[in-house]
């Protein structure tokens, strides 16, 4: 591997700005397409570095664009900073202790995610002109990960047409080369209308959207016994009608998440669960209409990209913890069951190892385990660019997905650590790939070879825009 220990002396040298930047991005926790502040943080740091910006990416407020070097391949690094609603936590305490405010928490570590994309970028941008090697190295500030389906949106709107690589990674508690698995999913709402009237003295005269709502998820359960096993369908009552008993409701809606192996098998049971929608509101004689939020596709796997990642990863080895980052962890897995513990070895296929609380090995590549697969929008990515990413480990081995323990581990030094790993993984990947153009033929083809019989089809309809918020005062 060509000239790595220089792109991580790079790394290495702004490791302090970089998780400084991901304390700041922590303590000001915004959800789905409010990333204000957050997205100026990551902003001011572009324009610190040198890079050319472009704001408002996609014509969303909070997607932001930083570029650096001229010709050669273009090297994208994807980055987040979204939080979520209901994870607000104190840090570094191994209780739940939520902090005044909105509730808001990064339960996910985003701080972290868009903090080491960047800095990878950054060290890359200093390695290509050390070495005098073409090349530009863009860092694009993605909001909405969670829910929002901002880069489907993004790659709709042509922002990635003329990237060559893309290159990402997650916190996690185990570290590795992703297994791009995912479910392409769909939110819709469903908005039945009724006719109110008194529940007592003329219930006759009223047609209830609750009982439509009911009647709905009544369906919608027997259908599951229906489809694939890896198909997921989930609801959140949004608006239940109202808190008068006495009233029949005139309106409700209901929130959808639909998810399946792929684009398609999801197009499939999108259909379905609206066929289920309009049986209850014939059944209730009320009327229905339904709206997508958002969708994603699946992930797809780019084994030329992933290899070239997977032997940087080996060669860096694993994130050095050390005794002080063990013993936080291990009150912090005291909070947690041992199922919760099992299932992240289950997941990787690999014995659980009693007793240790952070991650101090490589999981071998494509080590297969229990899928346990949720759903990301670097999939719509991935379908039209070649694209790898690495999980490594920030924080106790068990933690749950969405937890007030990741929230509480934001700010460990065991998650700047492994902040600062993944930096380095990402940058000595995406030196690999300027300084071998086979590697980037080869990931293209392996792209086409995939898509071929079936191309990309945004998720999303075209009607439907990226929500765009106001910037509250």
């Known amino acids: 591997m060509t000239n790595s220990d220089r792109i991580w002396d790079l790394v290495d040298a702004r490791s302090e700005a970089y998780t400084a930047l991901s304390d700041r991005i922590w303590a000001m926790p915004e959800i789905a397409y409010a990333e204000f502040l957050s997205c100026a943080e990551h902003q001011a740091m572009l324009k610190e570095e040198g890079f050319r910006i472009s704001e408002q990416l996609a014509g969303i407020p909070t997607a932001v664009m930083g570029e650096a070097g001229n010709g050669g391949p273009v090297i994208a690094f994807l980055g987040e900073y979204d939080a979520l609603p209901g994870l607000s936590q104190e840090a570094d305490i191994a209780e739940p202790r939520p902090l005044p405010g909105t509730g808001y928490g990064h339960g996910c570590g985003h701080n972290l995610l868009g903090a080491a994309a960047l800095l990878a970028a950054a060290a890359l941008k200093d390695y290509l002109t050390e070495n005098d090697l073409p090349g530009t190295v863009r860092y694009y500030g993605c909001p909405a990960e969670e829910g929002g389906a901002a880069k489907a949106f993004m790659v709709r709107e042509g922002a990635f047409d003329d990237v060559d690589i893309a290159l990402t990674w997650h916190p996690a508690s185990l570290t590795r080369v992703d297994d791009m698995q995912s479910l392409a999913n769909t939110r819709i709402d469903f908005t039945f209308r009724g006719r109110s009237s008194h529940a007592a003295a003329a219930p006759h005269l009223g047609r209830s959207a609750l009982d439509a709502v009911e009647l709905m998820n009544v369906g919608v359960n027997y259908m599951r016994e229906h489809m694939p096993s890896s198909a997921r369908i989930h609801y959140a009552m949004i608006d239940a009608g109202g808190i008068a008993p006495n009233v029949v409701q005139g309106k409700a809606t209901v929130r959808y998440a639909v998810r399946a192996r792929d684009v398609h098998g999801m197009l499939v049971l999108n259909e379905r669960v609206i066929k289920v929608a309009r049986g209850a509101a014939m059944m209730t004689e009320t009327d ?25 990863l080996e060669r860096l080895g694993p994130v050095a913890f050390n005794d002080a980052d063990r013993d936080f962890a291990a009150r912090i897995q005291a909070t947690l069951s041992e199922d919760d513990i099992a299932s992240d070895y289950r997941r990787c296929g690999i014995e ?11 999981i071998p590549f494509r080590q297969a385990g229990e899928a346990m ?65 086979r590697l980037i033929e080869a990931a293209k083809a392996e792209l086409k070879a995939r898509t071929q019989h079936r191309p990309y089809i945004c998720p999303i309809p075209p009607q439907v825009k990226a929500p765009v918020l106001p910037q509250q005062p």
């Open 288 to 312: 229905v209409e339904f709206r997508v939020l958002s969708a994603v596709s699946n992930l797809l796997a780019n084994p030329p990209l992933d290899e070239a990642m997977q032997a940087n």
């Open 352 to 362: 659980p190892k009693p007793g240790q609380a952070l991650c101090d090995f490589i």
């Open 373 to 437: 697969i949720g759903s990301t929008d670097v999939g719509d990515v991935s379908w039209v660019i070649p694209t790898a990413q690495a999980r490594v480990a920030t924080h106790a081995i068990g933690t749950p997905g969405h937890s007030w323990q990741i929230t509480a581990q934001g700010k460990a030094a065991a998650a700047h650590k492994g902040l600062v790993h993944a930096a380095k993984v990402m940058a000595s990947t995406a030196v690999d790939v300027i300084r071998n153009p």
